[in-house]
C-alpha cells in the first residue's frame, strides 16, 4: 500500500527515524544524564532526583550487581515494584549492563508469579517489601532478592514515616535478614565496567496477553526500545521543549505503555512525577495539583475517574498540552468532559507490547474527537488484510497488520506462537481495522472479540459506543457467548435504569441482530492492573446468567 498517511503528517515531523543516533539504551542514558545535568528527572512523593544524582545511583547499582551478584550481559534481573525511584535506578543499571529485564505485575497472585518466574527464570528479583509474601515460599530458582521499602529516597524523616505508616497497613512480615536491603546496595561503590553492547542485545522480557492464547513474553531489544522512543518523540517534539515539561506517569511502568513514556518523555529532559498509586486519587491530586503538568498519560476509565474526582478541576492545567491516550478505545463524552475541564483533547494511540508498543498516534494537531488510532508512526508501515494476507483498499476492514523497527524478535521459547503472529517480518495485530483516504486508521475491535450473529459480524465496541449513548450509563461493556448454533451478545451495564429502557435505547440504534440479548447489571466493572475492562472476569460472570432475554 502507499504510504497515503505521509500526506496527512504534522509540518516538522520527519517520515523517518536515525536509528544510529544511540548505540544502545545504556548509551542512551548517559547521554540524555549528561545533557540535563541538574534538571530534575524523576520524583515520587514530592521528592526529586536530578540526572546527574539518577546517574550515580544506577552506576552503583549496576556495581552491586555486576561485582558483588556476579551478574553479566544476558542474564534475567525481576522487577516486581510500582512506579517509585528506585524502579527507574533497577531498570536503566540492569539495561546499562546488558541483563535482560522481566517486568512483574506487584498484584499478581503467588500462583501467577510462581508461573512467570518459572518460565522467564529470573536469578535476581528487585521487590518492593509490600509483595515479599508472596515470593517466599514459592519453588522457585531465584538466587538473589532484594527488597526496597516505599520511603526510599524520602529524606530520613519522611522515609522513616512513610516506612513506620507502610508497614503497619501494607506489610506481612517476612524475613528480612535473609534479603538484602536495596539502600545498602549503593553503597558497595563498586566501579561497574560497561560494555559498547549491540542494539540487538535483549533489553526486556515483556509479557503480554498477546495477539493469541494465554500471556507470554515478547523478547524486546535494545533496538525496538530506543527506535519506538524515537518515533514518538519525532512525533511530539514540535509542541513540547526541551527541560520545560513536566510528565505525570500514573500507568504502571510494568507495563508497556507506560515504560515506553518513561523513555520518550526522559529523552526531552522532562520531569516526570510517578505516581505509586493511581487509585489512591487524593493522593494523586496532591502530587499534582500545583505540579504545573505538561503531559499526562492514561487509559480511558482513568481520565474517566479523575473527572469524576472531587477536587480535580482545582488543579493547575495552564500548562497541560498533551493528554495521550492508549490500552483501550477511548469514549467520546469521556474526550469531551476531559477537554472541559482541563483544555486539552485527549490524543489517542495504538500499539501492543510487540511493537514496543507505539504504532499510530494523532497528530498533536488533532482539536476535536475522531475516533481513530491515528497516523503510522515514522518508520513505521501498516496494512489492511483480509485472513488469507490479502491486503484490502481503503475504507475496508480487514486485520491491522504493522512492520517498523520496533517489532518484537518473537516470543520467548514459543516458536509455535511466534509463527502465528510474525509473518516475514509482518506483525499480525488481532485487531479489525480499516483505513481512510488520509491514512487514518480506526480500529473496529479485536479478532477474538468479534461476535458472530447468525453469519453477521458484530463489533462490541459499536454496541458499546450506542449503550454509552444513553445519559443513565455511566459504565458498558459487551462480549459474546455460545449459545446453540450461534452467538449472544451479552451486555454488561452499570446504571440504575430498566432492561427494558436499555433494549428500547438500542433499538433507536441498532439493527435486531446487534441488539443485547442478554443485559447484566453490575455495580463496577471489572479491571486489570491498568484499568483496562477485564473482558475474561466479565465471561465467567455471565456463565452464571441464564440466557433469559434470547428470541
Request: aromatic residues 10%.
Amino acid at each position: 500500500m502507499e504510504k497515503i498517511w505521509l500526506k496527512s503528517y504534522p509540518k516538522n515531523v520527519p517520515s523517518e527515524i536515525n536509528l544510529d543516533k544511540y548505540n544502545n539504551l545504556g548509551h542512551f542514558f548517559d547521554k540524555i544524564c549528561n545533557k540535563y545535568e541538574n534538571d530534575v528527572a524523576f520524583e515520587s512523593f514530592g521528592c526529586g532526583v536530578t540526572f546527574t544524582e539518577l546517574r550515580v545511583y544506577v552506576d552503583s547499582f549496576a556495581g552491586y550487581l555486576q561485582k558483588e551478584l556476579n551478574m553479566t550481559k544476558g542474564d534475567v534481573l525481576g522487577i516486581m515494584c510500582p512506579n517509585l525511584t528506585q524502579y527507574v535506578i533497577v531498570l536503566f543499571a540492569a539495561l546499562k549492563l546488558g541483563i535482560i529485564v522481566v517486568n512483574i505485575n506487584p498484584l499478581f497472585t503467588p500462583f501467577e508469579l510462581e508461573k512467570q518466574l518459572k518460565e522467564s527464570k529470573p536469578d535476581t528479583i528487585f521487590i518492593l517489601e509490600n509483595f515479599v509474601d508472596k515470593l517466599i515460599n514459592l519453588d522457585t530458582k531465584v538466587n538473589n532478592v532484594i527488597v526496597s521499602k516505599i520511603g526510599d529516597f524520602h529524606g530520613k524523616l519522611k522515609s522513616i514515616y512513610m516506612n513506620f505508616i507502610n508497614r503497619i497497613y501494607n506489610v506481612k512480615a517476612y524475613p528480612e535478614h535473609t534479603f538484602a536491603k536495596f539502600l545498602d546496595t549503593l553503597n558497595y561503590r563498586y566501579d561497574a565496567e560497561f560494555e559498547n553492547l549491540d542494539s540487538n542485545t535483549v533489553a526486556f522480557l515483556q509479557y503480554t496477553g498477546g495477539t493469541t492464547g494465554n500471556p507470554k513474553a515478547a523478547i524486546l531489544t535494545h533496538k525496538n526500545i530506543l527506535a519506538n522512543m524515537l518515533q514518538g518523540s519525532y512525533w511530539v517534539k514540535p509542541l513540547l521543549n526541551d527541560r520545560n515539561e513536566v510528565f505525570v506517569n500514573p500507568l504502571p511502568m510494568y507495563h508497556i505503555f507506560s515504560l515506553a513514556s518513561c523513555f520518550m518523555f526522559f529523552s526531552i529532559g522532562a520531569k516526570s512525577i510517578l505516581i505509586a498509586n493511581p487509585k489512591d486519587t487524593s493522593m494523586f491530586l496532591k502530587q499534582i495539583k500545583n505540579s504545573k503538568l505538561s503531559i499526562i498519560i492514561g487509559v480511558n476509565t482513568l481520565f474517566d475517574l479523575l473527572i469524576r474526582t472531587t477536587g480535580f478541576k482545582k488543579t493547575d492545567f495552564s500548562n497541560l498540552k498533551v493528554s495521550l491516550a492508549g490500552g483501550m478505545p477511548v469514549n467520546e463524552d469521556v474526550a469531551k468532559r476531559w477537554e472541559k475541564v482541563t483544555n486539552c483533547h485527549i490524543l489517542e494511540a495504538y500499539g501492543l507490547t510487540e511493537s514496543s508498543p507505539a504504532v499510530c498516534v494523532n497528530p498533536l494537531t488533532t482539536t476535536e474527537f475522531n475516533s481513530s488510532i491515528g497516523l503510522p508512526l515514522p518508520s513505521t508501515e501498516v496494512s489492511i488484510r483480509q485472513e488469507d494476507g490479502t491486503e484490502l483498499p481503503i475504507n475496508q476492514i480487514g486485520e491491522l497488520w504493522v512492520k517498523g523497527p520496533q517489532v518484537m524478535q518473537g516470543y520467548f521459547n514459543k516458536p509455535n506462537e511466534t509463527n502465528l503472529v510474525l509473518q516475514d517480518d509482518w506483525l499480525k495485530t488481532g485487531d479489525m481495522a480499516l483505513m481512510d483516504e488520509k491514512g487514518f486508521v480506526y480500529i473496529k475491535d479485536r479478532i477474538k472479540d468479534l461476535i458472530i450473529v447468525s453469519g453477521f459480524n458484530v463489533y462490541p465496541s459499536e454496541i458499546e459506543n450506542v449503550l454509552l449513548r444513553h445519559p443513565q450509563i455511566q459504565h458498558a461493556a459487551v462480549i459474546g457467548e455460545k449459545y446453540k448454533y450461534t452467538e449472544s451478545i451479552v451486555a454488561f451495564i452499570c446504571s440504575d435504569i430498566s432492561k427494558e429502557e436499555v433494549l428500547e435505547h438500542c433499538r433507536s440504534y441498532l439493527t435486531n441482530y446487534k441488539i443485547p440479548r442478554k443485559i447484566i447489571f453490575i455495580d463496577s466493572m471489572p479491571k486489570t492492573s491498568i484499568g483496562k475492562i477485564s473482558k475474561a472476569k466479565l465471561r465467567k460472570i455471565s456463565a452464571s446468567h441464564a440466557l433469559t432475554n434470547i428470541e
